[in-house]
C-alpha cells in the first residue's frame, strides 16, 4: 500500500498558490474524483497497477501537516518507505522537479512537522520548485498566487510528477531519482 499526499492548505483563498503545489499535483493527476474525508484530510483510494494507492490533501493547513500524516500512516499500517509526499520548494527554479530521501525539512513547515510526527526524515519527497523572490516576506511569497507563466512551467511537470506517482515503489526510487532529478 502506498500513501501519497500532496500539501496545501484548504480553502479557495489559497487555490492556486505555490504552497498549494501538492494540492495542485493530485487534483491533476486523479481528476474530478469524489473525495471521503478522514482523519481532518481528504483522501481517495485506488489500485494502480495492482498496488491500492491513498491519495491524501491534508486539510489542517500546511503547517500541521505531520498529524493528519501519522493518523493516516497509523490506520492503515503504512511503512515509512510507502509514502511519498509531494511539495513546493523555494530553492529550485520554478517548475523543477526533484526526487529526494533522508533530506533535511530544508525551512518548509509542513515538511518539518511531518518529521516530527513520524519520528523520521527517511520518507520520498517530490520536490516541485517554485523559486523564490528575495524581495517579498516568505510567507506572503509562498501564500502568493501563481503567475500564468510559472503555472505553466509547473503544468509542463505534470506528465512527469504523474509518471512518478505511477512508477513509485521505495524499492525503485534510487532509479526514480536518476530518470527524472
Same mark, same amino acid.
Given at each position: 500500500?502506498?500513501?501519497?499526499?500532496?500539501?496545501?492548505?484548504?480553502?479557495?483563498?489559497?487555490?492556486?498558490? *505555490?504552497?498549494?503545489?501538492?494540492?495542485?499535483?493530485?487534483?491533476?493527476?486523479?481528476?474530478?474524483?469524489?473525495?471521503?474525508?478522514?482523519?481532518?484530510?481528504?483522501?481517495?483510494?485506488?489500485?494502480?497497477?495492482?498496488?491500492?494507492?491513498?491519495?491524501?490533501?491534508?486539510?489542517?493547513?500546511?503547517?500541521?501537516?505531520?498529524?493528519?500524516? *501519522?493518523?493516516?500512516?497509523?490506520?492503515?499500517?503504512?511503512?515509512?518507505?510507502?509514502?511519498?509526499?509531494?511539495?513546493?520548494?523555494?530553492?529550485?527554479?520554478?517548475?523543477?522537479?526533484?526526487?529526494?530521501?533522508?533530506?533535511?525539512?530544508?525551512?518548509?513547515?509542513?515538511?518539518?512537522?511531518?518529521?516530527?510526527?513520524?519520528?523520521?526524515?527517511?520518507?520520498? *519527497?517530490?520536490?516541485?520548485?517554485?523559486?523564490?523572490? *528575495?524581495?517579498?516576506?516568505?510567507?506572503?511569497?509562498?501564500?502568493?498566487?501563481?503567475?500564468?507563466?510559472?503555472?505553466?512551467?509547473?503544468?509542463?511537470?505534470?506528465?512527469?510528477?504523474?509518471?512518478?506517482?505511477?512508477?513509485?515503489?521505495?524499492?525503485?526510487?534510487?532509479?526514480?531519482?536518476?530518470?527524472?532529478?
Amino acid at each position: 500500500m502506498k500513501l501519497i499526499v500532496g500539501l496545501g492548505n484548504p480553502g479557495k483563498e489559497y487555490e492556486k498558490t *505555490r504552497h498549494n503545489i501538492g494540492f495542485m499535483c493530485l487534483d491533476n493527476y486523479l481528476g474530478s474524483v469524489k473525495w471521503s474525508s478522514k482523519f481532518n484530510g481528504l483522501y481517495y483510494e485506488t489500485n494502480i497497477h495492482g498496488e491500492k494507492y491513498i491519495f491524501v490533501k491534508p486539510q489542517s493547513y500546511m503547517n500541521l501537516s505531520g498529524g493528519v500524516v *501519522r493518523q493516516y500512516v497509523d490506520y492503515f499500517n503504512i511503512p515509512i518507505e510507502n509514502i511519498l509526499v509531494i511539495q513546493d520548494d523555494l530553492d529550485l527554479p520554478v517548475g523543477k522537479i526533484r526526487l529526494k530521501i533522508n533530506s533535511s525539512a530544508g525551512g518548509h513547515n509542513g515538511i518539518k512537522d511531518i518529521i516530527a510526527n513520524l519520528g523520521t526524515n527517511e520518507f520520498a *519527497r517530490l520536490k516541485v520548485g517554485v523559486s523564490q523572490d *528575495r524581495s517579498v516576506d516568505t510567507k506572503d511569497y509562498v501564500l502568493g498566487k501563481i503567475g500564468k507563466e510559472d503555472l505553466n512551467k509547473i503544468v509542463d511537470k505534470y506528465k512527469d510528477i504523474n509518471k512518478i506517482i505511477e512508477e513509485f515503489d521505495y524499492t525503485q526510487i534510487n532509479e526514480l531519482m536518476g530518470k527524472y532529478n
